[in-house]
Every structure is written in C-alpha cells, then in structure tokens.
C-alpha cells in the first residue's frame, strides 16, 4: 500500500474513522422514522379537542392565518374552546392584538397544518408537528451515525427516539417545545456537518503550506454549514426564547472543535487561532444571521397595524430606545414586557416541576384526562380513565441518567469530544432552567433536549458493544445486553401506550401505570 502524503494524513487526523456503509447508514434510520410516522400519524386527530396549551398555539395559529397576528379571544378559553373545536371561528376581535408571550415561528409551523387541512381540524393542528417528530427520528439516526462512525449506532438512536414516550406524545400535540427541539437539533447536526468539512479543508490548506511548522494556520471564512445551523438556532429562537440557550452552548462548543482541529493540524498556537481566527468570526457571522433570521419571523406584526404594541412608538414619543427606527422601538418595547412576564411567572400549578427531578420523570405533566362511566363510549367496567400523560420512557430516562456520569467522566478524563457535544445539547436544553427555578415550570420542557437524551444512552450503548479489537465473545455479549435492552424499551412503549394516546382503560389500569404517587 502506498503511503500517504502530508494531506492524506492530515485528514485523517483530524477526520479519523468515517462510515462508508452508505446503504446501511441510510435504511436503518429511514425504516425506524417510517414506523415512528406511522405511530405518530395514526389516530392524530383524537381526541377532538385542544389539549393542554394547545389552547393557546392551535387558536393563535388560526389567527395568524387570517390576520398575520395573534389576537385577542371574544372571551375565557373555557368559553371559546368548545365554540373552536364545533367549527366556529368567529371567535377572535378583530381589532386588538393579544399579548403572546412565544415568538411567531412555532405557530407558523402549526398554521401551516391548519392551513392544508381546515382551521378546525385536530388533525391538522398537530399535523405539523407530528411531521417535525417524524423527521427528528431520521435526523437523530443520521446524526448518531456521523458522531459515533457507526450505521449499527445510528439504526439504534433512530429505534429509540421512534419508541420514546416523551418524544411520541409532543409529536402528537400542538405545542411549541417539539418545535425548538427540531430546529435545536437540526443545528446541531449542521454543525456536525461543519466540522468534519471545515477539517477537510484545514487539512487541505495546512498541507499547501511550505513548512510543517506554523504558528495559528489558514483562515477559513467560508463556512456554509454554519450559517445552515445559525438558520436554524434563529428559528428556534423565534420558537420560544430558550433557543438563545442553544446558540450559547453550541457556540462555545464550535470554538472547542476549531481549537482542536488546529492543534491537530500541527498548529503551535492553537489556542489563540480557534478562538481569534474562527470563534470571533463565527460569533460575528452566526449572530447576524440568528438575529436577521428572528427579526424575519416577526414579519406578520411589522406588516400590520394591529399586532400587539405595533404602534407603541407613535403612542409614546420620547419613550423607550430612541436611536432604533418606530417599529423596532415597538417590538422592543414588546420584548422587554415578555421578558417581565416571563421572568415573574410564580402562579402556582398542579404538574409544575423542579429541573432536578426531570431526568428521572419524578412529575410528568397531564396534558389531558377524562374520567368515564360505565355505558360512556368505550367504558365496560363501572369506572374508566383517558388520559394523555407527558411521561418519557423510563427505560430510556432513566438510562441516561446514569449516562450523564460517564458522558462526564469520558469528556474531563479521556477527551473524547462526542461526550463533549452530547453535554453541549444538555448545557443548552436543561442546565439554564436551574437558574430559574423561582419560576413555574414543567417537565415537559424536557422534550427541547430529547435528542440528547437519546445520544446519551446510545453512548453507553455502544460501551456496551465492546471496542472494535474486542474479543468475538466481548462482542457477542455486548450484542445480547444491547438487544435485551431494545426489547425493554419496548416493552415500555407498549405498557404506557394507552396513556399517551387517549385510550379508553378501565380506572385500574390507568392506576398500575401511575408507578409513583408524584405521576398521578
């Protein structure tokens, strides 16, 4: 075999080992998406009725299809509701924007189901997002294959994400986290993407210098797939504001990865390069495109006089930023009172929640429940339940728990950066509620870093496989643990399916799945 040149192993040096199993890596993932589809497509629109805050997404959905803005109900949700779901859809004033507390870009996406399908349709309210769910199963699948170097890893992530319970039941309901969790994740897999094309060509440049010796290496300003991921983080951002969570961790995480790939590529100042030469202009070109992307959102309100505080400008001359043009003083007037909003949000709730109980699902939240009597519809026992829990697969929760320990340890001990970029989804999606804990908040907040959950478990998946210089009966046993936990999981699935779908089970039953008293 000839050896290689000087750009040959500089790519594989900062590249290593990459999957060539194009088939594989794609079928897997592809098979597991279309069963998780089809699981989340059947029975969508049951039951016919706003559960949970679809209350406020469906009906502000609508609004924006009619009026480019969210306005204000004729009425308490407890009125207008029922008048909703019955087909009536003068249920809006038509001259006063409401105070919505969620950028646009989440219910734009629930628009879009309500559009094709009827405005009243449940199945086209959830539509959307269970298309979103479905994706983020292929998308899961193709990002554990890239960041573990294993089709077999990547197949395994997407079964997983497809038969999560947590995952499953926001699929199914128009909300705004499953939202923020795909364009979350869709950045982070571009960003992926990223760094396995901006070593390519660092290695290609680095190997046309002519001294193997150099001080920070070539400037890479084009960067594609990392304007592709500041797309996405700023569509998150115009999901719900917790998206300026992932810009922030997934961009300190990018400066790690440049700084790397320089001192792999021979760099004596590696350190300075990554953050001088690639962070600061990632920082400058990402913004801008985050904030260009999230300014684009609001685009219904800038184009109408009716929105919520449009004309506060004209109404309060002398007041507020001075130096922005009237429009931008208004929605930033707008902000500052969502941002108050947000901020004293204490009201008391029956499923609120601590963030150091959400791994283990120690409180999931209810999105709906129905008691039945005997001779109800599908009630044949004196008392019925019907419920939609919002409860992650405890198989898998649970798991990842204990994953987090060794995605830790692997990170500080043994710098193995795919723990590093598994912590990063963890750092943007759960570590910030820690610090707003005075406020009212739920489990299901969880959902916006699912993915991560799952690649975490993967992870200890694929410690348990055994390395590939692993013995044939390493191997072997590696393979039957791995099996029996994906039967587990399962199994899981299928126990607690009635609680996330709406069936209709005898009281009893809904009890033996109420495994702690803090779940009921």
């Known amino acids: 075999m000839a050896a290689m040149n000087r750009g040959e192993q500089l790519r594989a040096r900062l590249l290593g080992f990459r999957p060539s199993d194009v088939l594989w890596g794609w079928l897997g993932p592809l098979l597991f998406a279309a ?56 249920v809006f004033k038509t001259t006063e924007g409401d105070m919505v507390v969620h950028p646009p870009v989440g219910k734009w996406i629930i628009a879009f189901g309500e559009w094709v399908f009827g405005s009243t349709s449940s199945f086209g309210w959830r539509f959307s997002v269970a298309l979103l769910g479905t994706i983020s199963i292929l998308m899961v699948g193709r990002i554990a294959r890239r960041l573990f170097g294993s ?137 801008v495109v985050v904030l260009a992307t999230y300014l684009a959102s609001w685009t219904g309100w800038f184009v109408t006089k009716t929105g919520y505080n449009r004309t506060w400008a004209a109404d309060h001359p002398g007041e507020g930023v001075q130096w922005l043009p009237p429009a931008l003083r208004s929605l930033w007037q707008y902000h500052v009172q969502v941002l108050d909003f947000h901020d004293h949000l204490t009201s008391p709730h029956t499923y609120m929640s601590n963030p150091w109980s959400w791994m283990i699902q120690s409180r999931p939240t209810s999105f709906f429940y129905e008691t039945k009597s005997a001779g109800m519809t599908g009630c044949e026992v004196d008392k019925c339940s019907k419920a939609i829990t919002s409860l992650g697969s405890v198989s898998i929760w649970w798991l990842a728990t204990a994953a987090l320990f060794f995605l830790l340890w692997h990170w500080a001990f043994r710098r193995d950066w795919r723990a590093g970029a598994i912590l990063a989804g963890f750092v943007g999606g759960w570590l910030p509620w820690f610090f707003l804990q005075h406020r009212t908040i739920f489990t299901f907040y969880t959902i916006a870093f699912e993915p991560w959950v799952i690649l975490a478990v993967v992870f200890m998946l694929g410690l348990a496989l055994g390395p590939p210089g692993a013995s044939a009966r390493r191997r072997r046993i590696g393979h039957l643990v791995v099996g029996a936990y994906l039967l587990l999981v399962l199994a899981n699935f299928a126990f607690f399916w009635p609680i996330w779908t709406a069936q209709v089970i005898p009281y009893d039953h809904w009890r033996w799945r109420m495994w702690f008293p803090s779940w009921v």
């Open 35 to 90: 069963i998780g589809g089809v699981l989340r497509f059947w029975s969508l629109g049951r039951p016919h009725q706003l559960v949970f805050d679809e209350t406020y997404y469906v009906k502000q959905g609508v609004s924006m299809l009619e009026y480019g803005v969210e306005m204000r109900w004729k009425g308490e949700g407890e009125k207008v509701d029922p008048l909703f779901t019955a087909g009536n859809l003068d």
């Open 151 to 287: 089709s077999w890893l990547g197949t395994i992530a997407a079964f997983l994400m497809a038969f999560e319970g947590h995952h499953f039941v926001h699929s199914r309901t128009g909300l705004l986290d499953l939202i923020l969790m795909f364009f979350a994740l869709a950045a982070f897999g571009a960003l992926l993407v990223d760094r396995d094309w901006s070593r390519a060509r660092l290695a290609d440049r680095v190997a046309a210098l002519p001294s193997t010796s150099f001080g920070t290496g070539p400037m890479l300003w084009w960067r594609p797939w990392r304007l592709v991921a500041a797309l996405s983080l700023g569509l998150a951002c115009g999901t719900k504001w917790s998206g300026l969570y992932f810009f922030a961790a997934f961009g300190l995480m990018t400066v790690f990865w440049d700084m790397g790939a320089r001192r792999a590529a021979g760099a004596r100042h590696w350190a300075v390069a990554g953050i001088g030469k690639d962070g600061v202009w990632a920082g400058i070109s990402m913004t």
